[in-house]
Every structure is written in C-alpha cells, then in structure tokens.
C-alpha cells in the first residue's frame, strides 16, 4: 500500500511529513528512491528548520540530486493538494507486449517441468555442483549507506581542512560520498557526509574510534554521530 500525504504547503501536512520521517531516512525503503522525488518536488520551497525531520530528508536529497541523482524506483507514494511532481521524477512501468506474453506463456505449457531427468541432465547437473563447491565462492557481502556528522572543536577550525582529514581516510570497503556544512549555533558548523561501506569490511564503530578521532585528524574533529544507517 502506497505511503500518502496531504496539504504539503500547510504547516498541518508538514508535522505529518516531520513525524513521519522521525524515525526514517527515506521516504520508502532503504535508499533514496523515486518516492522521495516526488515528495521533494511537492514542495515549493525548502521546508522550515523548525521541521527538523522534513528538513534534514530535504537536504539529503538536495545533496544527492547535486552529486549523484537517485535511480532506485520506491514502493510508490501518494502527494495529495501539493504541485505535482514532474513527470521524470515519477516511475512510469514499462507497456507490456501482450503479443509477447501470449507466446511466452505457450511456450511454457511446452516445457514439462515435471519430466524425468535425463542421464545427461543429471551429469551436467552434478557438474555444476562439483564446480561451486570447488570454486568456493562467497556469498557477496552486503552493504550499507551511512550519513554521519562530524563535528569541529570550535568556530575557528578550517572546515574545508577538516574534511579534507576525513576523506583522506582510505579503506578497503569504504568509498565517502556527498557532503554539505550544516550551521549548528554560535558561528559553529558541522560537516554532515554520506559514505557506503562493505559490512564485512568496514564497521564504522572502528572507522570512527580508531581513525577519525586519532591524530593527526583529531586536530580538527572533536566528536562523530551516526545520524542514519541503512542497509542497501
């Protein structure tokens, strides 16, 4: 069931929006989707900061539509008394070839899938078998999407600085992503950046703990938060 929202431009449709997000870094799923497209377009401006939720999504995707753009489809979400989302942002499914279809499904009612194997099927099936057991190869590792804050030590440290010191921080399975300052108070800001990790490669409790907070990128970093982290 498609995830629905009203009156995006009210303060009402808003606090819905702000909730809703409180606990989600997406609008559907676990990456940046069409979904979040159409939601981001619905609004005419850039939400209040007031919405702390609706705001951060915002920016995240402002983000990813300056560096990287967003291709996954999304489970499909309703905006309703908000402008419409521009067509490009909206996944359209493919028309179907009926004819296509129609001779597919004959061919398979040719196909006995009940059938009594063959010598030369069992041969080639065990075959197969002996070839991955002997290749031993592993399942594929997962991976995740991590947003992270790092924060400076005070208003005069050299944020471009500290971030060159953060993506310096190379790792087999680490690979750093958009990035953006976010204003905290008192003149202060923070470096708020994604970065995607192989789970069985990376644990950002290490990345952090044993690289961006020991010399000599301690200099400029004085703490690092997880603000998300899904998994792909």
């Known amino acids: 069931m498609a995830v629905a929202f009203y009156n995006l431009g009210s303060d009402a449709g808003l606090k819905k929006l702000d ?4 606990t989600r870094s997406y609008i559907t799923g676990y990456q940046a989707s069409k979904d979040d497209l159409t939601v981001h377009a619905s609004l005419s401006k850039p939400p209040s900061s007031d919405y702390v939720n609706v ?22 979400v309703i905006v309703e008394g908000s402008a419409p989302a521009p067509e490009e942002a909206i996944a359209t499914p493919p028309a179907v070839d009926t004819k296509a ?16 194997e063959t010598e030369e099927e069992k041969k080639a099936a065990e075959e197969r078998a002996a070839a991955v057991k002997a290749s031993g190869k592993k399942k594929e590792s997962g991976k995740s999407s991590v947003l992270m804050d790092v924060k400076p030590w005070d208003d005069e440290t050299d944020m471009k600085k500290l971030e060159e010191a953060v993506r310096s921080v190379q790792m087999e399975g680490l690979l ?35 690289r961006l907070m020991e010399e000599p990128i301690n200099e400029y970093v004085q703490s690092c938060d997880i603000v998300a982290f899904n998994k792909i």
């Open 19 to 22: 909730d809703y997000l409180l």
């Open 176 to 210: 750093w992503g958009a990035s953006k300052l976010v204003a905290v108070g008192y003149g202060i800001k923070k470096l708020q950046i994604m970065l995607t990790i192989v789970d069985d490669l990376v644990s950002v409790d290490t990345l952090i703990e044993e």
């Open 55 to 76: 705001s951060r999504w915002y920016n995240h995707i402002e983000a990813l539509l300056r560096i990287s753009g967003v291709s996954a489809e999304g489970s499909g």
């Open 101 to 116: 279809s129609a001779a597919e499904e004959d061919d398979d009612d040719d196909v006995d899938l009940f059938g009594e």
